[in-house]
């Protein structure tokens, strides 16, 4: 199965999630079909699916510029905990430090 939407999608990790199915993390350009959410040019793209490969939902952050996703996990709460990195100072992304920055994001 595949997922996303017109444009560009790339995914970095997928994990178990404790509640069954899977969490995949990556990134996404699309505004359109799977993606309901994109701030700029690349946008951090969290992703669930039950064990046939179906969506369940989407989760998307970040701000004009590019953010990447690179590894997630599961915390004992059943929070994901992501990191990746952002280029992006606005939208979900709310200062930059540099020319990019470590990103770590958390879905309740």
Known sequence: KNHGGSSFENATKIIS????????SG???????????NNGNKDV?????????????????GGSDLEEANSLLE???GELIIV??????DA???ENKGFSDGLILKIK
């Open 17 to 24: 999630s404790k509640n069954g199915g899977f969490y995949i």
């Open 27 to 37: 990134s996404s350009r699309s505004l359109d079909l799977d993606v309901n959410n």
């Open 45 to 61: 793209w969290i992703i669930k699916i039950n064990n046939d490969g179906n969506l369940i939902w989407q989760k998307s952050a």
């Open 75 to 77: 915390n004992e709460n």
């Open 84 to 89: 990746g990195e952002s280029w992006s100072s």
């Open 92 to 94: 979900d992304i709310t």
